[in-house]
C-alpha cells in the first residue's frame, strides 16, 4: 500500500468497515475520474478543472499515449514550427495541472460500472468511487497476430519506430502498412536504416498526400505492393519475411534486419468490454454528437470512441467534450455537490 | 544530494526513457543518467544485462540491472529501497 494511502486510512480509522472485499483498502472518493493521458485526457482533465470539478487522472501504462511515440508534430495546431509528441504532451500535463487537475500514476485494473458511485481498482491497491468517470483510454498497435511475430517481439519486430529505430543502424529493416504511421515510421528509419521498405497490401496508400509524396521522393525507400507478412523468419532475431502476392498467391522471401508493424491500432477497451457498447471493430459507441456512452456519468473521449479521425487535435477537442458533457450531468445530479474529495473507509 | 546507486540509462529519443525519467523526477529520486549512445561502455553494460540488446531505459538500481522496466515495476522498486 502506498504512503498516501496509508494515510487516508490513518485519517479514517472511525469510519465503519462494511465491505468485506476491501477490508484493507481505504476507498477515495471523487467526483470525476479521468482514465488515460493522451491529448483526449489532458484535455478533458484542463477543462474540468476549471470548471472547478474535483477531477483525478490516471495516467495509465503509456502516459502521455501514442503521440509520445510520434518524433514531430506538425499538424497541430498554434505551433507551427512543429515540436516532439513528448513536448506536446508534457505542454498539455503542465497546463492541465496549473488549474488543479490532480495528476496520478496507475493504471486502472477494474471498473465495477454495476452501481453507483461507480468504483475502479487501481494497480497500486487502492479503489477509488467516483460519480462520473471520462475513458480516454486510447489505442495501441495492432500486431499482425502471427506466432514468430510475438516470439520475435524486441528482436527485430517492433511497433514504434521512434523507439526501437536507432538500434537499425546500417541494415535494411521493412515497415508492414499503408496509413500515415506507417509513412512516418518509414521516414523516420530513414535517419538510421540503409533501405527501408514499405510492403502493403495494396495498390495505393491510404495515408495522407503530404506524407505520400515524402516517401515516394526519399531515395532510401521502396514499396513492395500487394504483398501480405505471411511470416516472420529467424532464430535469435528478425532475419527474413515470407510476403505472399496477393493477386497471384506466389510467396517470396525478403531479407530484412528489422520489421515495424504499423498496420493500424486496436482501441484499449479491455475494462468495458462486458458493460459499455462497442462498435463491430470493438471502438466504444457514444451517442451522436456527445461523449456520453450508454451509461450514466460514463463519458467517451480520444482514440478509443474514434476509428475515423484519430488526430491530435479530434482527441484533445472530444476531451473538451466529454469535461463539459461531464460538468453538465454532475450539476444534475444533486447528491454529487457534496463529494467533493470526500474520503470514506470502505 | 546526489545518489549515484541509481541509474538511467538511456537514449535522447526513446520514449518509455522520457516516461521513466518523468516518475523518477516526480517522486523526487535522484539519479544518474547516461546516454548509451554517447557512452560506448555503458552500452555494452547495457547490452550483457540483456540478452546482447540494447534495451532502453535499462534502470540499474543499487546494483541490480531492469530492463524497460513498467511504471509499476519501476514505481515499487523505487519505494521498496
Redesign the interface.
Known amino acids: 500500500m502506498?504512503h498516501s494511502a496509508s494515510n487516508l486510512e490513518a485519517a479514517n480509522t472511525e469510519a465503519v468497515n462494511t465491505d468485506a472485499t476491501n477490508t484493507d483498502a481505504t476507498i477515495e472518493r471523487r467526483q470525476l475520474v479521468i482514465i488515460g493521458s493522451g491529448p483526449a485526457g489532458f484535455t478533458a482533465a484542463l477543462y474540468a478543472a476549471r470548471a472547478n470539478l474535483d477531477v483525478l487522472l490516471l495516467r495509465g501504462?503509456?502516459?502521455?499515449g501514442q503521440l509520445?511515440?510520434t518524433?514531430e508534430i506538425e499538424n497541430y495546431p498554434g505551433f507551427p514550427e512543429s515540436l516532439t509528441?513528448?513536448d506536446l504532451m508534457a505542454r498539455m500535463e503542465s497546463q492541465a495541472e496549473r488549474f488543479g487537475a490532480e495528476l496520478r500514476?496507475g493504471?486502472v485494473t477494474g471498473l465495477d460500472l454495476t452501481q453507483r458511485p461507480y468504483r475502479l481498482s487501481v494497480?497500486?491497491d487502492t479503489t477509488i468511487k467516483s460519480d462520473a468517470i471520462i475513458l480516454s483510454t486510447g489505442a495501441s498497435a495492432r500486431y499482425l497476430g502471427l506466432d514468430n511475430e510475438r516470439r520475435l517481439l524486441?528482436?527485430g519486430v517492433s511497433a514504434?519506430a521512434?523507439?526501437d529505430?536507432?538500434?537499425f543502424r546500417d541494415v535494411e529493416v521493412a515497415v508492414v502498412g499503408g496509413g500515415d504511421t506507417a509513412m512516418e515510421e518509414a521516414l523516420f528509419l530513414t535517419r538510421f536504416a540503409t533501405r527501408v521498405v514499405v510492403i502493403h497490401r495494396r495498390d495505393e496508400l491510404r495515408a495522407s498526400k503530404i506524407l505520400q509524396e515524402r516517401a515516394f521522393a526519399h531515395p532510401k525507400i521502396e514499396f513492395l505492393w500487394n504483398r501480405q507478412v505471411r511470416d516472420i523468419l529467424g532464430e535469435d532475431k528478425v532475419e527474413a519475411l515470407q510476403l505472399e502476392d496477393t493477386r497471384t498467391g506466389v510467396t517470396a522471401t525478403l531479407e530484412t534486419g528489422g520489421v515495424f508493424i504499423a498496420i493500424g491500432h486496436r482501441p484499449n477497451t479491455d475494462l468495458v468490454r462486458e458493460t459499455l457498447d462497442l462498435d463491430a471493430h470493438g471502438y466504444l459507441v457514444t451517442e451522436p454528437g456527445s461523449t456520453h456512452t450508454g451509461k450514466p456519468g460514463i463519458f467517451a473521449c480520444g482514440d478509443v470512441q474514434d476509428p475515423i479521425y484519430r488526430q491530435a487535435v479530434t482527441a484533445a477537442g472530444s476531451g473538451a467534450m466529454a469535461a463539459l458533457d461531464a460538468e453538465r450531468w454532475l450539476a444534475e445530479q444533486p447528491e454529487t455537490a457534496s463529494a467533493k474529495t470526500e474520503l470514506v473507509a470502505a | 544530494m546526489t545518489d549515484n546507486s541509481l541509474t538511467v540509462y538511456s537514449t535522447t529519443w526513446c520514449p518509455d526513457c522520457h516516461r521513466a525519467k518523468a516518475l523518477l523526477d516526480s517522486k523526487k529520486v535522484d539519479y544518474r543518467e547516461v546516454d548509451i549512445e554517447a557512452t560506448p561502455e555503458a552500452a555494452d553494460i547495457v547490452a550483457s544485462h540483456n540478452d546482447g540488446k540494447h534495451r532502453v531505459p535499462t534502470i540499474e538500481i543499487d546494483g541490480r540491472f531492469f530492463g524497460n522496466p513498467s511504471l509499476k515495476e519501476l514505481g515499487d522498486l523505487v519505494a521498496a529501497r
Open positions: 502506498s501504462a503509456e502516459p502521455g509520445t511515440s518524433p509528441g513528448f500514476y493504471t494497480d497500486d524486441g528482436r514504434c521512434t523507439c529505430g536507432a538500434f
